[in-house]
């Protein structure tokens, strides 16, 4: 379906990849976040789902950050592959923030 954006994953040796498609259908790069234990992989989905809506919905112009609510604001990195990376807004360990993420945003998925 034209303009349906879908979030795709695969198990890479660092962990798990998910990553959009059909953001750049719309002029936007894809977003994709890597090295994640399996068991956020359903609620990250939901995360980078959100992730899509806000930059869908800002047009082509993209935020250096984005704010999801509840507290929860999300950096994006762009890569040498076109893509950005969904990371934390500060440094800090990236498996305790991905969980807070969810926690917040999705507190049935942190479970």
């Not at 303009?3 to 894809?30: D, M, N, S």
């Not at 992989?41 to 112009?61: D, E, F, K, N, T």
């Not at 990236?94 to 507190?107: G, Q």
Request: net charge neutral.
């Amino acid at each position: 379906m034209r303009g349906e954006v879908r979030i795709v994953g695969a198990e890479r040796p660092g962990g798990l990849e998910l990553r959009t498609r059909g953001l750049a259908e719309r002029g936007l790069p894809e977003v994709r976040t890597t090295g994640l234990p399996p068991y956020l992989g359903q609620g990250w989905a939901r995360v980078l789902g959100a992730v899509a809506q806000r930059l869908a919905a800002q047009g082509p112009v993209l935020p250096v950050a984005l704010d999801l609510g509840e507290g929860v604001t999300v950096r994006l990195v762009p890569e040498k592959e076109g893509t950005l990376a969904v990371v934390p807004p500060e440094p800090v360990p990236a498996d305790a923030w991905r969980r807070d993420v969810l926690a917040r945003l999705f507190p049935d998925a942190a479970t």
